[in-house]
């Protein structure tokens, strides 16, 4: 492995852990609806644990509705059942075709518990980047063992991998500060 090599995929990997970061932002339930908040309740799909999303049209008739439209009726039960063991702290209303899930304001203790849960996430990418940058600069030195690159060559990258480091970490702080902000808004 070259050192440029090296160092591209150690941005890949930085890049990787903020989308996933981003990702898992979208789940976290904020006052207004979003289908987003689902992908994490999974039902017992014949056999196999399946996203809800997967099983059921989920669409959003009103800011802070989300309607659940199961493929086959005999869903809804299990459907609910799920959403009800789940974390959201949502109950369904059941209609007969699917579900209603409405979102009520969320409480002042619900929301810092919600920035506890992003402050978490945020906290795994960045020991997730600096693993990272862990993997990179002992592959620099691997390189340096195998006489492939000079002492002077390692210090030089490792000071790119360290900057390539603080620019993905100052990245996942502002979008967990705007994610922040999101969730404390009333």
Request: charged share 30%; glycine share 4%.
């Amino acid at each position: 492995m070259s050192v440029t090599q090296i160092l591209q995929d150690a941005e890949h990997r930085m890049k990787a852990a903020i989308e996933a970061m981003v990702h898992d932002f979208g789940t976290y339930r904020t006052g207004r609806a979003s289908a987003a908040v689902l992908e994490r309740v999974h039902v017992d799909y014949y056999g196999t644990e399946t996203p809800v999303n997967q099983v059921a049209n989920v669409s959003v008739p009103e800011p802070r509705q989300l309607y659940i439209q199961p493929y086959d009726k005999s869903m809804i039960p299990t459907i609910e059942r799920a959403i009800l063991k789940s974390d959201l702290g949502l109950s369904p209303v059941n209609d007969g075709n699917g579900l209603r899930l409405n979102f009520p304001q969320m409480t002042e203790e619900r929301r810092k518990d919600m920035v506890k849960q992003v402050n978490a996430r945020t906290e795994q990418c960045r020991v997730a980047i600096r693993n990272v940058r862990r993997d990179a600069i002992e592959h620099l030195k691997g390189l340096e063992k195998k006489k492939e690159i000079t002492e002077d060559e390692v210090k030089g990258n490792e000071t790119k991998v360290q900057k390539l480091t603080d620019t993905y970490v100052h990245q996942a702080d502002e979008l967990s500060k705007k994610k922040d902000a999101e969730l404390m808004e009333v």
